[in-house]
């Protein structure tokens, strides 16, 4: 493993050298890294932790409840690949700055940018290795932004997407949380009606429709909206939370489930340990999961499908997007809205097909005709994670990385197999 901080610094703009600087924590692959692609992973947000998706979601570790020691994570996305997670935009967690910074999609992907070619220059092994980019939730934003500035710099290992939960459209997302409450019959039927009579399924933002959102988020409001067939975290602040996870764990030697609620929170009380930020190479400046920024709200609310059509009618990029189907925030409808409104066709034999993980459903997936450019394994697939929420990772670690497994090796009937179990 490798830690600390790659400069991405504006030259142009004259900011003086160390003015941005990304952290990252990159983890070699288990087995054959000489040859394993790499995979750069970001959390969304916008301003959220990449650590999170290494200490909580695919990295090769997870934190016990004692909220200080980790135990190993058998569903480790490193398993399959050289792993190299980031904390961006500059500013959150680890990653610092001594500038006043405009955040937004463009701001934050042209860092990533020059994360990536200064990644290269850093550990020049690599270079060769097929690269793929990954996210969750506003990933939705920053990867096919990032896509377009790889492709346009023309940098030869960059092989595809792989994306999760993809936040592409805020109208197709808010309207796909109470279209999602419903399907799980979490609203009393009287409610919804008045709320489809009234016109608010096709624009719940609307001021006339305040009152009965309102009403709708105040059933929902004890659920995890980002997993709703999930447990919560239950207890409210994180020293209080912390005080009770050590003592379970002194009195009763737990360790967490393969999903654990409060593993964010731990995570957080794992990474402001002295001794873990002077392991990491890490600045001496508090964690926090989601960093409380201002966006540019025009880039926020920018519609993302141009940019899914540029780069699948490039015909060179591998590209899937999954959806766990228990996430109300990101929700799998306002997924397939995005998803079959860009106007491609099934391949035969291959619409709405079942995947299996150890005999069991595990979703559905839909691969799709489109261009590919000679010597090039173009392709775009849609897949359903069934019984995962917004954290793919996290809620359903085994299929999750059945996934990631199908996506790299492009064997289609392999997570019917049980050999990621062990």
């Known amino acids: 493993m490798f830690s600390g901080y790659i400069d991405v610094s504006p ?6 050298a160390g003015s941005r600087e990304i952290f990252y924590w990159f983890v070699e692959a288990q087995s054959n890294a000489s040859e394993a692609p790499l995979i750069l ?3 969304g947000g916008p301003g959220c932790s990449g650590l999170i998706g290494f200490l909580a979601e695919q990295g090769p570790f997870r934190v016990k409840p004692d909220g200080e020691s980790l135990m190993r994570n058998p569903h480790a996305w490193n398993k399959l690949a050289n792993m190299v997670f980031i904390e961006q935009p500059v500013g959150v967690g680890f990653s610092t700055t001594t500038e006043n910074i405009d955040y937004g999609d463009h701001q934050a992907v042209e860092d990533m940018h020059a994360f990536v070619l200064n990644f290269f220059e850093r550990y020049p092994e690599y270079t060769g290795h097929d690269f793929y980019i990954s996210s969750e939730s506003y990933g939705g934003h920053y990867m096919p932004m990032l896509a377009k500035l790889l492709l346009d710099s023309d940098v030869p290992e960059f092989r595809g997407i792989f994306l999760g939960n993809p936040f592409t459209y805020w109208a197709y ?3 796909g949380m109470f279209e999602t409450a419903w399907g799980h019959q979490l609203l009393p039927a009287p409610l919804w009606a008045q709320y489809e009579e009234s016109g608010c399924k096709a624009a719940p933002w609307l001021e006339k429709c305040s009152n009965t959102t309102t009403e709708i988020f105040n059933i929902l409001q004890d659920l995890d909206m980002y997993a709703l067939d999930f447990s919560t975290c ?5 020293h209080e939370q912390g005080l009770l996870l050590r003592g379970l764990a002194q009195t009763q030697n737990i360790e967490p489930p393969p999903y654990y609620p409060c593993a964010t929170q731990v995570t957080g009380m794992y990474l402001n340990l002295p001794e873990v930020r002077k392991a990491i190479h890490a600045e001496n400046v508090n964690w926090t999961e989601c960093a409380d920024i201002s966006w540019n709200q025009t880039e926020h609310s920018e519609p993302m499908m141009p940019y899914w059509v540029d780069l ?3 015909g060179t990029l591998k590209i899937m997007i999954y959806s766990g189907d228990d ?4 929700p799998t409808s306002a ?3 995005f998803v079959w409104d ?5 391949l035969t034999g291959r619409n709405w097909v079942p995947w299996k993980v150890l005999g069991q459903t595990a979703g559905f997936r839909t691969d799709f005709d489109v261009p590919t450019q000679e010597g090039h394994a173009a392709s775009f697939e849609f897949v359903t994670v069934h019984g995962a929420g917004h954290m793919v990772p996290a809620t359903q670690p085994e299929r999750s990385l059945a996934l990631l497994q199908s996506f790299l090796s492009g064997d289609k009937d392999l997570p019917k197999r049980a050999s990621l179990r062990r």
């Not at 030259?11 to 003086?16: D, F, H, Q």
């Open 173 to 175: 997302s808010f309207a």
């Open 327 to 330: 996430d109300s925030v990101c």
């Open 11 to 16: 030259s142009p703009s004259g900011a003086k």
């Open 335 to 337: 997924t397939q809205q």
């Open 342 to 346: 860009l106007g491609y066709s099934p």
């Open 41 to 43: 992973w970001t959390n």
């Open 312 to 314: 699948i009618e490039n």
């Open 234 to 238: 239950s207890h409210e602040g994180q």
